[in-house]
C-alpha cells in the first residue's frame, strides 16, 4: 500500500508536471499568434522624436493657442459692444433666429472675405459646377464647411459670454467670473447633444426617439 501511495503521488507530480507544461506551451502559442500579424505588417513601437524642428512646431502651437484665445476675447468684446448676441449668428430661416436677412449676408460675407480668393471663387460656385477643383489642397466642400464653423465658433462665443452675464446677473456667480459654472457646461452639452441626436439623418438607439430626446431634456432640466 505505501508503494502503491508514493506511485500514486509521483504519477500527480508527473501528471501536474506535464499540464503545466502544456499550459506554458499553450500560452506561448497564444502569444505567437498574436503576435504574428504584428510581424505581418512590420509593426514597430513608436518613438517620439526629440528635435529642433518639434521643439519649434510644439512651442509655435502654443504661442498660436494663446494669440488666438487672447484674439477671441477682443474680438468678442467688439460685437457685443455692437449690439451683437449669440441669436444673431443663426440662419434668420431658422426659429431662435435674431439675424436679419441683411446681418445675416453681412456676416457670412465678412467670414468668406477671410478665405483665400479663390477659395471664395468656388464657394460661389454650385458644387456639380465647382467639381474636382480644389484650393491648398481642399475641395469646395472644404471652404463650405469652414465658413459654417466660423458663425458656429462666433455663436458659441457669443453664447458663453451671455452665459456668464446671467449668472452674474443672477448672483450665481461673483462679479468677476471669466467662465460659465459647471452646471451651465454641462446643461449646455446635453442640449447640444440633443439637438445632434435631431438633426443625424439616422440615429442608432434601443429606444425611439422621441423618449430619448424626453429624457435629456428631462435631464437638463434637473441641473439647477
Known amino acids: ?5 508514493q506511485t500514486t503521488k509521483v504519477m500527480n507530480m508527473d501528471q501536474q508536471k506535464t499540464i503545466t507544461e502544456k499550459d506554458i506551451s499553450s500560452a506561448e ?4 499568434a498574436l503576435e504574428a500579424p504584428t510581424r505581418m505588417i512590420g509593426w514597430v513601437p513608436q518613438v517620439a522624436k526629440v528635435s529642433d524642428e518639434v521643439e519649434t512646431t510644439i512651442r509655435d502651437w502654443a504661442s498660436s493657442t494663446v494669440k488666438n484665445d487672447l484674439a477671441k476675447t477682443k474680438r468678442t468684446d467688439i460685437l ?3 449690439g451683437w ?3 444673431h449668428c443663426i440662419s434668420p430661416k431658422s426659429a431662435g ?7 445675416w449676408a453681412f ?5 468668406n472675405s477671410g478665405f483665400p480668393k479663390q477659395a471664395q471663387a468656388i464657394m460661389e460656385m454650385s458644387a456639380k459646377v465647382a467639381g474636382d477643383k480644389t484650393v491648398n489642397g481642399q475641395p469646395r466642400a472644404y471652404w463650405m464647411r469652414q465658413a459654417n464653423a466660423v458663425i458656429g465658433d462666433i455663436k458659441t462665443q457669443l453664447k458663453n459670454r451671455e452665459d456668464i452675464a446671467a449668472e452674474i446677473a443672477s448672483g450665481k456667480t461673483g462679479p468677476d467670473a471669466r467662465t460659465v459654472s459647471v452646471e ?3 446643461r449646455g452639452l446635453i442640449l447640444e447633444a440633443v439637438k ?22 428631462n435631464l437638463a432640466n434637473t441641473i439647477r
Open 1 to 5: 500500500m505505501k508503494n502503491s501511495t
Open 29 to 32: 502559442r497564444a502569444n505567437k
Open 80 to 82: 457685443r459692444a455692437a
Open 85 to 87: 448676441v449669440s441669436a
Open 97 to 103: 433666429s435674431e439675424a436679419t436677412d441683411e446681418s
Open 107 to 111: 456676416a457670412k460675407a465678412a467670414i
Open 184 to 186: 451651465t457646461k454641462v
Open 196 to 217: 445632434k441626436a435631431q438633426k443625424a439623418e439616422a440615429f442608432d438607439c434601443s429606444i425611439d426617439l422621441d423618449d430619448f430626446v424626453s429624457g435629456l431634456n
